[in-house]
T-cell receptor
Framework: AAGVIQSPRHLIKEKRETATLKCYPI?????VYWYQQGPGQDPQFLIS???????DKGSIPDRFSAQQFSDYHSELNMSSLELGDSALYFC??????????????FGPGTRLTVL | AQSVTQLGSHVSVSEGALVLLRCNYS??????LFWYVQYPNQGLQLLLK??????LVKGINGFEAEFKKSETSFHLTKPSAHMSDAAEYFC?????????FGTGTSLTVIP
């Protein structure tokens, strides 16, 4: 079965640079979520999109922005990178049933290292 | 605020022994609860989920979890640990808008 695809899998950037992470949800899934997982930490919710509209916002820094495109893929744009942005970034997708029972399926993550 | 608490950040069991990973949730309404497993340098894989159906939920790899409303718990168990079970386990609750993850429990299996 098709899974969530994230690219790139690894990314190395310098401080103050920008980065773009891409997420391709499972086919027919309409909702995308972004999470940040620091070393030894639990995933922290950043932002989500439903039908190309932002549906919820978590602890996403102002330096970050995201959007969902017409083909439902999503991109997380990160600017003015800081050392503390080094983390594993996960994308998850789900089919919004509106009942709270929606299961989120996670991609393999993008490991961002800021030097 | 909706949250989940995982007791024990590290659990060690012998191969073949019972695995018990604890998760308690705080909520005034029945939540939707999930267990995910994360192997090193990999994404989160769904183990099982509770969605107000049967209170005993069976998942993949021989894991199961029992929803106990009176105890606000959703502990994960497996009768016999296997070396391949060594990983990080996350309990999560879906409030309808967001997933909230516990801080994770690292399971070590001793041969």
């Amino acid at each position: 079965a098709a899974g969530v695809i994230q690219s790139p899998r690894h990314l190395i950037k310098e401080k103050r640079e920008t980065a773009t992470l891409k997420c391709y949800p499972i086919p027919r899934h309409d909702t995308v979520y972004w999470y940040q997982q620091g070393p030894g930490q639990d995933p922290q919710f950043l932002i989500s999109f439903y039908e190309k509209m932002q549906s919820d916002k978590g602890s996403i820094p102002d330096r970050f922005s995201a959007q969902q495109f017409s083909d439902y893929h999503s991109e997380l744009n990160m600017s003015s990178l800081e050392l503390g942005d080094s983390a594993l970034y996960f994308c998850a997708s789900s089919l919004m049933l509106g009942l709270g029972t929606d299961t989120q399926y996670f991609g393999p993550g993008t490991r961002l290292t800021v030097l | 605020a909706q949250s989940v608490t995982q007791l024990g950040s590290h659990v060690s069991v012998s191969e073949g022994a019972l695995v018990l990973l604890r998760c308690n949730y705080s909520s005034s309404v029945p939540p939707y609860l999930f267990w995910y497993v994360q192997y090193p340098n990999q994404g989160l894989q769904l183990l099982l989920k509770y969605t107000s159906a049967a209170t005993l939920v069976k998942g993949i790899n021989g894991f199961e979890a029992e929803f106990k409303k009176s105890e606000t718990s959703f502990h994960l168990t497996k009768p016999s640990a296997h070396m391949s079970d060594a990983a990080e386990y996350f309990c999560a609750v879906n409030t309808g808008n967001q997933f909230y993850f516990g801080t994770g429990t690292s399971l070590t299996v001793i041969p």
